[in-house]
């Protein structure tokens, strides 16, 4: 995954409002920021961060973007176990550290699985999801970044993952879609979907600002937030 230097002058200005989420989750396609977000956030926030872990380490992924369908369950049984375990670790240690933003949404799993599983292989996923996934915490608020396949494939490029040069435009448009079409359906959580298209949240203080007082108000329902850049 990218990563940032977090200035000196994102920790948190302001005390939060006492009804303010304390596990906000940051979603969206490959290449579309959601961990740089995340990592900008906890730190604005006063937050612990969890990540999922980075690409190299499931053994399966580069072979599923060169052939996806012949290590699809593996490639998402891998990622299952190990997203459940990192927020099992939540609920054991909520007592000592009860505030978090990650980049990852359990419940999107399954949205990977339904896009390249056969019906008896997507049978079995779901029946060892229902089971990791029993009890785990949900977010009180969901951030869905979204951005045309263009914008994936240069964000992409330039943070030069080797996995990831195998991408092509097909899977990103399914990609894509898919998060569409989930996204368009959920409501377990507070949504807040962003248009990430043609805003700088790395480097650019005001845009990310700007995002910042769009999540401090965000509390119940579905939000969305279409910004134009003020570099432009």
């Known amino acids: 995954m990218e990563a940032i230097e977090i200035p000196e002058q994102e920790w948190t200005p302001f005390a939060l409002p006492d009804d303010f989420p304390e596990f ?17 956030l906890a730190a604005t926030f006063n937050y612990d961060v969890l990540l999922e872990e980075p690409p190299r380490e499931n053994p399966f992924l580069e072979r599923f973007y060169r052939h996806p369908r012949q290590v699809a369950l593996a490639t998402q049984l891998h990622f299952l176990f190990q997203r459940a375990t990192q927020l099992q670790t939540i609920r054991q240690n909520d007592m000592f550290e009860p505030v978090r933003v990650s980049d990852f949404c359990m419940d999107k799993d399954r949205l990977f699985a339904e896009m390249y599983l056969d019906p008896l292989e997507l049978e079995l996923y779901r029946r060892a999801w229902d089971m990791q996934t029993k009890d785990l915490p949900k977010p009180e608020l969901v951030i869905y970044l979204q951005a045309p396949v263009d914008v994936l494939k ?6 030069g ?6 991408i092509g435009d097909g899977y990103l448009n399914r990609l894509n879609e898919a998060y569409a079409q989930f996204f368009h359906y959920y409501d377990a959580s507070p949504l807040l979907i962003v248009n990430a298209a043609e805003i700088d949240l790395v480097s650019n203080e005001q ?3 700007l995002l910042v007082e769009e999540i401090l108000s965000c509390r119940k329902g579905r939000h969305y937030f279409n910004p134009q850049s003020s570099s432009l």
Do not use: F, M, S
């Not at 906000?24 to 900008?40: F, N, Q, Y």
């Not at 993952?161 to 195998?166: F, G, K, P, Q, V």
């Open 154 to 159: 240069d964000r992409i490029r330039e943070r």
């Open 161 to 166: 993952i080797e996995a990831e040069r195998l």
């Open 207 to 209: 845009d990310y600002q």
């Open 24 to 40: 906000i989750a940051v979603e969206g396609p490959v290449g579309v920021g959601k961990t740089t977000l995340a990592r900008r």
